[in-house]
Structure formats: C-alpha cells, structure tokens
C-alpha cells in the first residue's frame, strides 16, 4: 500500500489559495503533496511517474527540487499553526506561506520506481520565517538534502 | 511570435540521455528547456502552461527551480563544448552533466502570461565542475536568480 498522509496542512488551505502546483488539491494537473507532522518533524510522501525521469532509471532534479519547495512552504505553515495552537483537524484556517529561498544537493541518483519521502525539521528564525532542513530519502537510502526559507505570504500577495 | 532557441545543446545530447523531463527532446510530456549561447551568456526561454500555478496569476517555483536546474546543467555542456573546440551545430557530441546542487531565491512573484528567459553566466571552478550562476526574467523584469553547480556526469551513472 502506498504510504499516504491522513491529515495534510493542503487540505485545510484556503480555495483561493489551493491551485499550486506542487501541492494544491484544486490543481487537477498537480502533484498533490502532501504534508504532515511525523511527531515534531514532518513529512510528504511522493511516488513518481514514468515521465519524471533525469537520465532513464531516475527521477529527475526539477522535481525533487519542486518535493522539497512544497514540502518547505507546507511544513512552515504546520509550525506556526501549531504555535498558533492549531492541528491540520481543527477547522482553522493555517497560514500559507511562499517561498524565500531553496537549496538543494543531489547526493545521489534516485530511482524511479520508488516512493520518495520528504522529512523536515523546522526552525523558526523570525515570527513571520521559519527555516526548514529537509531529508529527502527512496526507499530509506537518503538520495538529497534542501533547505527552504519560507515566508509568512504578504497580504495581497501579486495584487 | 515567441522566442526561441535555434541551436540547442539538447538537441545533440545522446538519445540514451535526452529523456529528462525537463530538456529531454525525447520525453513526450516534458517541458523542452531548450538552452543555447548568446555572446558569452546562455539563455533558455520558456512558456509556462496555466497549470503550473503557484498562486493564480503566478509561476510555481518548482517550474523556476526546473528551468534553472537544466539552464545549468545545458549551459556548463555548452561551456566546456566550446572549450573543446566545438559548438551546437557540429556534429559532435557534447558533454552530459549532471546538477550537484542548486540554489534559488524568489525574489517577486512570477506573472504566469510571461515568457520566461533564464541568463546563465559560467565559471569553470573544475575541469569537469562548472558554476552557472543564472537570472530568470518575466517580460524583462527580473524575478529570480539562481546558482547551479554542474558536474560531469560520470562513466556508468546509476547503474
């Protein structure tokens, strides 16, 4: 059985804010990630198609880099919900945050047919930012490693 | 009329390795980063669909960070071509790489109706090591920068 998320922090963003690619559940062409705690860590789990490959065999950078974007924004939203009180079941609406800054090291090749699994570990470096490391692993054989600053979304965001 | 590349190093990379998603010419359902010289700079344009939303209105950053990923692995091939003796039009093949890290930072919100151009600036920092430091830009406005490290991909990759 792929391993799934019960309670993601995407389920509970707003309408007008679920289209992402990476992560919204309102995109029908999207990845649809996904991202819990795991105790005081959280995680997405992601099982690639045959067309996300780099070189035949394995998956390919933009997307691991994309798993790593989402998971980062995802897993700052949980943390300051959590701060606020809140748990991805409470009928609350979560802060969305956007990206500042990634980075990403490719330590390995990773293949395809696995399903890939995010895992980070969050600090709060600002009331409005937070830094999270993250651990990206196929099949428990860590493949890469990111970091993401994300940011609490300004009002108005584009406007 | 939209912009393009004429002389693209993908398209003289071995079919073995032109299947990735984001610049392989032989994967049907990927995006077809095509990257090629300018003077001494790279440049890759790219049109993104309305599926790949951020917020609406707005680029996904994995889409950023893909095009930055293959803007630098094309450009440190175009580079160390060149330092070879040979440009995308011969009939020789290129040198493949592969990204050994990447980093972005999102410095405005992407509009989703522009056409995209990443700019690549290249630093030999190895003999088979290339640093790609790239600008993205929306309709002439810059919207993100980019660093790739780029590393030949060796002998017998993920086998």
Redesign the interface.
């Given at each position: 059985m792929e391993k799934q998320i019960k309670h993601a922090i995407q389920d509970q963003y707003p309408n007008?804010?679920a289209?992402?690619?990476?992560c919204?559940r309102l995109?029908?062409?999207?990845h649809h990630f996904r991202t819990g705690w795991e105790g005081d860590q959280t995680v997405t789990y992601f099982k690639p198609e045959a067309?996300?490959?780099?070189?035949?065999?394995?998956v390919?950078?933009?997307?691991i880099?994309?798993l790593i974007?989402?998971h980062g924004t995802g897993s700052a939203s949980l943390a300051l919900h959590r701060k606020n009180g809140h748990e991805p079941l409470d009928d609350v609406t979560p802060p969305r945050f956007?990206?500042?800054?990634?980075?990403?090291?490719?330590l390995k090749?990773t293949p395809i047919e696995a399903t890939l699994k995010a895992v980070g570990t969050i600090e709060e470096i600002h009331p409005k930012k937070f830094k999270v490391i993250i651990e990206v692993f196929a099949d428990d054989v860590q493949c890469a490693s990111g970091e993401v600053i994300a940011a609490v979304?300004p009002e108005g965001?584009?406007k």
């Open positions: 007008d804010v289209y992402c690619y990476g919204g995109n029908d062409d999207g067309e996300h490959t780099a070189i035949p065999g394995f390919y950078g933009g997307l880099a994309s974007d989402c956007v990206t500042a800054s990634l980075e990403v090291k490719y090749p979304m965001f584009g």
